[in-house]
């Protein structure tokens, strides 16, 4: 036992110093969206808050130029990298829009990098008939004039409304394959990323089959038909990458990636309704710092390097308290702002932009014999895979994978504790058959280590961030919303101040809305709007289905 843990330890600082040496690199990959709130919040003060938590990738849902000058301005400002993705929203959908967003693109190519076109357009209807022939003319017409200046250009659909056969992940295929080949071969153009956006938080809210381990990230992996999935967002992630090849062509050079996840640091008030419970006890500091942590190891370890994954996006950057609460989230949803979870006085949550290196993984169940009471719920499953299982027709599909990956043994050649490793780490077809401990000893120790090892660092990006300057246009435009602000802040002192967010800051009253109206910019007309819930209907599925299943039924759908 003492040669295990020694081993165990050995293995631990092997892989966080490894992690160490890429970890900013692989943190460029976690990005935010930054939607506005109602109620006068400072672009600002976002602004400057991104830069101070390290964000280097921040994502808008439009293409307005008065906010890349103000991320520009706090990013100059703090000597921080910065790479900003604006968006064609659905509703500026004429070609004069589209021109409007190129232009502001062309115009700050230092740090516009990336295009989205639309958000969940097949949710609004933007992926049929004549209005999907638009999208596709101008997703191609985009992507064409934008690769001269190698910025990504992409949609972020919703994760249910493009898949189908989603359990296992492996069968996953497209609702509308003709559709999306079209969509994928517009990306293949420019060597783009088909993006997604899913949230383990509202499925689990949703359902409480699934497993709250299983929406996290945490322990134990799952084990579906001989395919491992660490948790859901990986489900996910591979989900979309089956999809893809179920297309037929080569379409490897297409990245996959996370328009929008996020998981609610607080639940509001302590709801009066006992059916709300369950999810509040669910919108806590400590599940939300969970969630981010394990998808921030996951990249720093190059987890998702196989799947050639693109970006992940949190949402979002800011708390919206003024937006009401719905099922199945109910006021959860109002506060998945990581400006409220991260802030300069708490100093026991960081930030992963600002860790210093990977945290150390809680520790592990002490290493017991299989015979021993915590091994109770799967001691008869070890023992038959053993004796049997590993022998009939299909056990190198069923178990040769996970097998090699997590004991690093041949199945056939395991032993019974590598077994009891394997149903420690991830039993094959039912979370609830886990070991409660690892195994005294086993064939490759660390025998409680149950990876993934890291994978391959991918290939550079064809882009990289950089600090920006303010140039004269730049500061032009600054000095209007400098003067905007100011008058919101004399606005303010006649108005009692409003707390926006959860431990983060005070925000005045007066709307931000008068300049963007004068400039004639109306794409923030539905910043209140942003992050309305969509719901769809979840089919009833056991504790592991349900975890897997990724067709769903609930998204964040900002402003469609």
Request: hydrophobic share 40%; with cysteine.
């Amino acid at each position: 036992m003492a040669l295990c843990s020694s081993q165990q330890l050995f293995l631990i600082v092997a892989l966080a110093a490894r992690s160490v040496l890429g970890y900013l690199e692989a943190m460029d990959m976690l990005g935010v969206n930054l939607a506005v709130p109602a109620g006068g919040v400072k672009v600002s003060s976002l602004a400057e808050k991104a830069a101070w938590l390290g964000v280097v990738r921040v994502k808008l849902f439009d293409y307005d130029e008065m906010k890349v000058v103000a991320l520009r301005k706090a990013y100059s400002d703090a000597g921080k990298r910065l790479s900003v993705a604006v968006a064609l929203p659905n509703w500026m959908h004429t070609d004069k829009d589209m021109h409007a967003m190129i232009k502001v693109v062309k115009d700050n190519l230092d740090v516009v990098q990336t295009v989205f076109v639309y958000n969940e357009p097949c949710l609004s209807g933007y992926c049929k008939g004549e209005k999907g022939e638009n999208y596709l003319r101008r997703l191609k017409y985009i992507t064409k004039e934008l690769a001269p200046h190698k910025v990504e250009v992409t949609t972020p659909f919703s994760m249910g409304g493009i898949l189908t056969n989603t359990y296992p992940p492996q069968n996953s295929e497209f609702k509308d394959p003709a559709f999306m080949r079209r969509v994928v071969e517009t990306l293949a153009l420019g060597n783009n990323t088909l993006y997604a956006n899913l949230y383990p938080y509202l499925d689990i809210a949703c359902n409480p089959d699934v497993p709250l381990n299983y929406a996290l990230g945490e322990l134990p992996q799952a084990s579906v038909q001989g395919v491992l999935f660490t948790s859901q967002v990986d489900a996910d992630i591979k989900a979309l990458r089956f999809a893809i090849q179920k297309l037929g062509g080569d379409f490897s050079n297409v990245k996959v990636g996370i328009g929008e996840t996020g998981w609610a640091h607080y639940g509001g008030d302590k709801p009066k309704n006992q059916s709300h419970m369950r999810v509040w006890d669910l919108s806590t500091t400590h599940y939300s710092n969970k969630f981010y942590a394990n998808i921030a190891t996951s990249l720093a370890h190059w987890q998702w390097t196989e799947q050639n994954l693109g970006r992940i996006y949190i949402f979002d950057l800011a708390d919206e308290p003024l937006k009401a609460g719905h099922y199945p989230a109910y006021d959860g949803e109002k506060y998945f702002g990581i400006a409220g979870l991260w802030t300069k006085e708490d100093k026991q949550h960081i930030a992963p932009w600002k860790w210093d290196a990977v945290p150390q993984p809680e520790p592990l169940p002490e290493p017991k014999p299989l015979q021993d009471p915590a091994n109770a719920g799967c001691i008869n499953d070890v023992n038959w895979v053993f004796q049997t299982g590993r022998t009939v027709a299909n056990a190198g599909a069923l178990y040769g994978t996970p097998m090699g990956k997590i004991g690093l043994v041949d199945f056939r050649q395991a032993t019974i504790d590598d077994w009891q490793r394997l149903f420690f780490c991830a039993p094959p077809g039912d979370l609830k058959k886990r070991c409660g401990t690892p195994p005294l000893t086993c064939t490759r120790p660390p025998c409680g280590f149950c990876g993934p090892a890291p994978g391959k660092r991918p290939d550079p990006e064809k882009t990289k961030p950089v600090v920006p300057i303010m140039r004269p246009r730049d500061l032009k435009l600054w000095k209007i919303i400098a003067e905007q602000e100011a008058e919101m802040d004399k606005a303010a002192k006649h108005h009692p101040e409003q707390k926006w967010e959860k431990g983060y800051a005070q925000a005045p009253t007066q709307p931000f809305w008068g300049y963007y109206a004068a400039a004639g910019l109306a794409v923030v007309a539905a910043a209140a709007a942003i992050a309305g819930l969509v719901v769809r209907t979840r089919k009833p599925a056991g504790a592991l289905q349900a975890a897997l299943q990724v067709d769903s039924e609930l998204e964040i759908g900002d402003v469609e």
